[in-house]
C-alpha cells in the first residue's frame, strides 16, 4: 500500500445486496506537468457501484490534494487513482473521467474503468 493509498479511509456499505450508483464530483484537482512544471487543473467524476465498501469524503478530497505538487502526465494520474480506489474500495465496478482543462489551445478527457470479474 502506497503513501497516498493510506490516505483514503472506507465505510460499510449498509445495502451491500443492492447495486447502486455512486457520483462524486471534484471541480478543483490539481496536479503538476511533469515536463513544464506548470499546474494542471481537472474536474475529477468518480462513478462506482459499491460492494462491501465506499470511499469516505473527507479522506478522498485529501487524497486528490494529495497529488496538488506532483508532477505527473494525465494518463498517469488518472489511472493512479483508480488503481488506488479499486484497492482500497473494491468495488463491483468504477469508472473515473478526468476532464482537464484547455491549456495550449488543447484540453483533454481521460476516462478509466475497472469492473469486478
Known amino acids: 500500500m502506497s503513501e497516498k493509498t493510506k490516505i ?10 443492492r447495486d447502486y450508483k455512486i457520483v462524486h464530483t471534484a471541480p ?9 512544471g506548470h499546474p494542471d487543473f ?6 462506482y457501484v459499491p460492494d462491501k465498501l465506499c470511499v469516505e469524503l473527507k479522506s478522498y478530497k485529501l487524497y486528490l490534494e494529495s497529488f496538488r505538487n506532483d508532477g505527473i502526465y494525465y494518463e498517469s494520474v488518472t ?5 488506488d480506489l479499486v484497492e482500497v474500495c473494491q ?3 468504477m469508472k473515473l473521467t478526468a476532464k482537464f482543462n484547455v491549456r495550449g489551445g488543447i484540453s483533454s478527457v481521460v476516462e ?6
Not at 112 to 117: A, F, G, P, T
Open 28 to 36: 478543483e484537482f490539481t496536479s503538476l506537468c511533469p515536463k513544464t
Open 42 to 47: 481537472a474536474t475529477l467524476i468518480l462513478e
Open 79 to 83: 489511472n493512479k487513482i483508480l488503481d
Open 112 to 117: 478509466v474503468e475497472y469492473k469486478k470479474v
Open 8 to 17: 483514503l479511509e472506507t465505510f460499510e456499505n449498509q445495502y451491500p445486496d
Open 91 to 93: 468495488p463491483r465496478y
